[in-house]
């Protein structure tokens, strides 16, 4: 029997991604299947497309997507066709010792969407049932829904980094990650919250969306004027999402006696600490610890059913200024030359129209 097929945009090396025929993904009991309706591209999408960063050729890219429901298989834990729902993209093995103790991003077997397995730049995506995390489509938009994993990884930050809500909070670094963790700070409570970055342009964005100062680091008086801040004390809570050497040295300087700071950002380079900077860890006592993706136990977690009730009742905001530019599926080749020259200031959506 021929197989059935679909669109998909497929990478088949640097630069070459090409609309075409794809296979269909074959649909089991336990799963099922979605119709991609927005997909976001991820930065980590950036040196698979760019810099020979896939894990094998040809793939279909995409991990940050929702879509709706039009087939299902078996047990579905109540699932239905029609039904709204976002991906969660990790796929752990459930069975190792890491998996058994709810820390399924720390699987060594794991597999990812759009990274180790085909992903949702495409028409239809399959997954188990414990992957589909619903969503309100009456309050929340499938462009909204298609960014609910980096808004989960900011919640997952502020979980790992022990946060009891009150208390100064600073953010180092403006980026999506540091948005979102700024109003999951917000949503829990923070006394006051502080926004680092290099950028006066996003920074004024930012106080948009709920920071009460900000403080842009290439300024010689940054410092006096983050610990003005404080009043000299420091930071209760730091955030550092940006996975630069200079902000996590700064995260270090800011910190309060007995604070804690969680690392979120992901280096590229070496980072390294001054004696000096150093000490002040253990002269200050803090706490210090990382975060990585955004899931705990049940599979996938509350951080993606957090996410999918505060966007509901309008707590944490993903607005339109947020999407920096949509294209058609079709034109997935044209939306990543978006990123060829650097960053851009915002989310790039790939959407399949009716």
């Known amino acids: 029997m021929k197989s059935q097929m679909m669109k998909a945009a ?6 070459d991604i090409r ?37 094998y050729y040809p793939i279909i890219l995409g991990h940050e ?52 397995r085909q992903g949702a730049f495409c028409d239809y995506v399959v997954m188990p049932a414990i992957h589909a995390v619903p969503f309100d489509r009456e309050r929340i938009s499938f462009q909204q829904a298609a960014m609910f994993e980096p808004a989960t990884v900011g919640l997952h930050g502020l979980f790992c980094g022990d946060y009891q809500g009150g208390g100064e909070v600073a953010i180092l670094g403006g980026g999506t990650i540091g948005l979102f963790t700024m109003q999951w700070a917000r949503i829990f409570g ?32 940054f410092m006096e004027e983050a610990l003005a801040v404080t009043g000299g004390a420091g930071f209760d809570y730091v955030f550092e999402t940006a996975g630069q050497s200079a902000t996590m040295n700064i995260a270090f300087q800011i910190a309060a006696v007995k604070s804690r700071l969680c690392f979120i950002g992901n280096p590229h380079k070496d980072v390294v600490f001054p004696p000096a900077t150093w000490e002040l860890m253990n002269r200050k006592e803090f706490r210090l610890t990382a975060s ?15 996410t999918a009730h505060f966007l509901r009742e309008g707590q944490l905001k993903i607005t339109d200024d947020l999407i920096y ?29 009716d």
């Open 190 to 221: 923070a006394k006051h919250i502080t926004v680092f970055d290099i950028d006066d342009q996003r920074l004024e964005f930012l106080r948009g969306y709920g920071a009460d100062y900000t403080v842009n680091t290439r300024r010689e008086s």
């Open 10 to 15: 497929v990478l088949y090396g640097d630069e």
């Open 292 to 306: 990585w993706m955004s899931y705990s136990p049940p599979y996938p977690g509350r951080e993606w059913s957090l």
């Open 65 to 116: 997507f929702s879509g709706e429901i039009v087939e299902t298989c078996g047990e579905v834990n109540g699932l239905r066709t029609g039904g709204c729902v976002v991906g969660a993209p990790l796929v752990p093995c459930m069975k190792c010792g890491d998996c058994q103790k709810g820390n399924y991003a720390s699987c060594k077997q794991y597999s990812f969407f759009g990274s180790k």
């Open 325 to 353: 530019k949509t294209y058609p599926m079709s034109q997935a080749k044209e939306a990543f030359l978006n990123f060829k020259s650097g960053p851009v200031p915002g989310k790039v959506l790939l959407l399949n129209e």
């Open 19 to 55: 609309y075409e025929d794809a296979p269909m993904p074959e649909l089991r009991p336990g799963e099922v299947k979605v119709r991609v309706r927005a997909a976001g591209i991820c930065g980590s999408d950036i040196p698979r497309v760019f810099q020979s960063g896939a894990f």
